[in-house]
């Protein structure tokens, strides 16, 4: 039996952070950063069942063209993605009442739809990148047992290429569910190799008043190559949302927004209207 000081439920029997009980979430669930953007997609459904939130967790479930989802808002960071997965998989994996670990384990969909800017120049702002693999910078996922997981020659080829330093933890890369990659690819978007960082300044390279351990890093990041394959785009969630869904039995993709170029030093002319298409795209493609 799991003890209630690891399976924490609130006074309703609802999960802590999410605020949610099993009956109110989809097997399907798009993932957002923005907990204004949970509406935004939302208000393209045909109805609303439920909806609740409790802190930076939005969550909001119903009809679109008569498929269920449901839209969570995480927050920003691996951490949060830490709480909103295992939560998730709580929900249709635990029973609530016994406190075990279910017979039968359901997989969800988790789709993460996100912006994100490009490290190459062939890759230009208001396109859509689905991230085929992602390299994980932080080091929240080293907290489980990742190696059945994780594709270990393309970390090594990773920490030769950048002189990566190992004092800020050994970096993961993840691949996505080839089902989900399968059911969401198109001509009309890129395949991708997407790099999570564990912050926004000094983890991506920028410096406002501090001094950041590599100053070259987002160079060789752009010039890392593994057999034919760059990474395309960095942002803050996609390797956790992989590495955890991967590990639990679900099934995960990221389709992110470029919303800004790197290389070209260009940002979209049209970035709120780059989200929309592409929002309108996954919704398309979950029916």
Sequence with gaps: MIQASELILNPDDSIYHLNLKPENIAKD???VGDQDRVEKITALF?????????????TQT???????????????????????LNELDALVNIDFETRKIKDQLTSLNIIRIGTSGSLQSNIPADSVV????????DNMLRSYCIDSVSNQEIEDAFIQQTNWDLNKGKPYVIRSSEVLENKFNS???????????GGFYGPQGRILRLAIQDNDLNRKMDQFEYNGMQITNLE???AAIYGLAALLGHRAISLNAIIANRANGTFSNKPYETID???????EKLV
């Design 62 to 84: 119903g009809l679109y063209k008569g498929k269920r989802i449901t839209v969570i808002s995480t927050g920003i960071g691996p951490d949060n993605i830490d709480i909103v």
């Design 236 to 238: 803050m969630e996609t």
């Design 277 to 283: 298409i592409l929002i309108r795209y996954t919704l």
């Design 130 to 137: 689905m991230s085929k693999y992602a390299i994980g910078l």
């Design 29 to 31: 669930i798009i993932f």
């Design 187 to 197: 001509n009309e978007i890129h395949k991708g190799f997407t790099a999570t960082a």
């Design 46 to 58: 045909d109805s609303v069942e439920f909806s609740t939130q409790k802190r930076e967790f939005k």
